[in-house]
């Protein structure tokens, strides 16, 4: 069974910075493109980051480019978001999310943890 | 960057009534990349539909997504209880992916 459960959140001040991490369970994790997708209290879905599976290929929502940083470990079956500079704004619950095919950049996501909550605030 | 617009905002249908929910691309999107999610209060996502058409695993074929260009439908043909829920559109360009802001499917 595909599980991912992502941990590290929690309160934070605003400019301060926080490491999510996603544990992945029940499939060849090397294998697998991964994101991280937040959503806000009572408002939609927002992709933040995507990581091929060997690290070679990464991109940004716009929203965090040069304050998220994602990154993976094949060998810890892994993957993590460093989100440093943190805002108000960037208040959510955070989802890891696996990339349906190994094969296909742009796929749709097929499993996703259950989310961790960030808040930032004073 | 690709706008997804989705509406309506809200559906009020009743059990076994069937649902059309749209999503409109500001820029032609290719029909490989459009996916549609469902999202149950206090949930986590789920797949439904990748490759504009194509059932994820388990899902069952009340479920089906259609489309092409600019418009992509999302039809569930009989409403069942379990089925109330928000549901996205997603499309992928070059580089980013971008959600539609959600449709809600409520009883009526």
């Known amino acids: 069974e595909v599980q991912l459960v992502e941990s590290g959140g929690g309160l934070v001040q605003p400019g301060g910075s926080l490491r999510l991490s996603c544990a992945a369970s029940?499939?060849?994790?090397?294998?697998?493109?991964m994101n991280w997708v937040r959503q806000a209290p009572g408002k939609g879905l927002e992709w933040l980051s995507y990581?091929?599976?060997?690290?070679?290929?990464?991109y940004y929502a716009d929203s965090v480019k040069g304050r998220f940083t994602i990154s993976r470990d094949n060998a810890k079956i892994s993957l993590y978001l460093q989100m440093n500079s943190l805002r108000a704004e960037d208040t959510a619950v955070y989802y890891c999310?696996?990339?349906?095919?190994?094969?296909?950049?742009?796929?749709?996501?097929?499993?996703w943890g259950q989310g961790t909550m960030v808040t930032v605030s004073s | 960057e690709i706008v997804l617009t989705q509406s309506p905002g809200t559906l009020s249908l009743s059990p076994g009534e069937r649902a059309t929910l749209s999503c409109r691309a500001s820029?032609?999107?290719?029909?490989?990349?459009l996916a549609w999610y469902q999202q149950k209060s206090g949930q986590a996502p789920r797949l439904l539909i990748y490759g504009a058409s194509s059932r994820a695993t388990g899902i069952p074929d009340r479920f089906s997504g259609s489309g092409s260009g600019t418009d992509f439908t999302l039809t569930i043909s009989r409403l069942e209880p379990e089925d109330y829920a928000v549901y996205y559109c997603?499309?992928?360009?070059?580089?980013?992916?971008?959600f539609g802001q959600g449709t809600k499917v409520e009883i009526k």
């Open positions: 997603q499309q992928f360009d070059t580089s980013l992916w971008t």
């Open positions: 999310a696996r990339d349906r095919s190994t094969m296909l950049v742009g796929d749709a996501f097929d499993f």
């Open positions: 990581i091929s599976s060997s690290s070679t290929l990464i």
């Open positions: 029940g499939f060849t994790f090397s294998r697998y493109s």
């Open positions: 820029q032609s999107v290719s029909s490989t990349y």
